[in-house]
């Protein structure tokens, strides 16, 4: 079973964010989670189109960008244009659902559907067939560096149910507090594309081998 990680740059030094971004590439990172952040949906603000297209020639990873904005249809085309791979909205802050998704599908690339931990697996049931992530939120949004919130792995595990239930290819990512100690947890939940940012960027042990030390962690938790 093929497991994904995703490093959030939200914990990089954003003073050499390129480089950060190469360095996690070489040391093996299956896509690059961006975390943009209006200020608005969330406090904190982040970065837009502009800082996600200086990133683009930094890696030829696939930029799997997390927007926690508001109104995001507003912003489908310039993220695009920025060169992202796979975008994904919030449930939370689409009054028009349906028609951000079908935007993102247009344009050629992956739609995502995050919703947050208080939000019900059901915000999903008309969207499941025409998505191609869901992001469960294992932290409360707009921040990195939080734990894990324990009661999201039975919601992990009602979604792997639905989705397999419906013969759906949807990947199901988990965004925040995925360390080496969680991360077997979830994956034995059913996640197969799992977030990481301070526990990447962050850790003392340098990118490449908090990278490994994820990757062993669920190894050895499939065992
Ligand atoms: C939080 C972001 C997450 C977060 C993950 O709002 O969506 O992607 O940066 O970071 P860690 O792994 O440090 O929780
Ligand atoms: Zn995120």
């Known amino acids: 079973m093929e497991i994904k990680i995703a490093p959030s740059i939200l914990s990089a030094d954003f003073s050499r964010l390129g480089e950060q971004v190469a360095e996690v590439t070489k040391a093996g990172a299956d896509y690059i989670h961006v975390d943009v952040m209006d200020g608005q949906f969330v406090p904190p603000i982040t970065l837009g189109a502009g800082g996600v297209a200086s990133l683009r020639s930094w890696t030829d990873l696939p930029l799997d960008v997390h927007l926690m904005i508001h109104n995001p249809e507003r912003q489908i085309e310039s993220f695009v244009r920025a060169g992202a ?16 998704i079908q935007e993102i599908k247009l344009a050629g690339i992956k739609a995502g559907l995050a919703i947050n931990p208080s939000t019900s697996l059901t915000a999903l049931d008309e969207m499941l067939p025409v998505l191609d992530m869901v992001v469960v939120m294992t932290v409360n949004p707009g921040y990195g560096g939080q734990s894990y919130i324990p009661e999201m792995t039975g919601k992990i595990a009602r979604l792997r149910q639905i989705l397999d239930h419906q013969g759906l290819a949807v990947e199901l990512e988990v965004d925040g507090g995925i360390t080496p100690k969680v991360a077997p947890e979830a994956v034995k939940a059913g996640a197969r594309v799992l977030v990481a940012g301070a526990a990447v960027f962050a850790s003392p042990e340098g990118i490449a081998a908090a990278l490994h030390h ?3 962690s669920i190894s050895q938790g499939s065992r």
Not at 85 to 100: F, G, K, P
């Open 85 to 100: 791979n796979i975008i994904t909205v919030h449930a939370e802050a689409c009054l028009h659902l349906h028609r951000v």
């Open 214 to 216: 994820i990757r062993q």
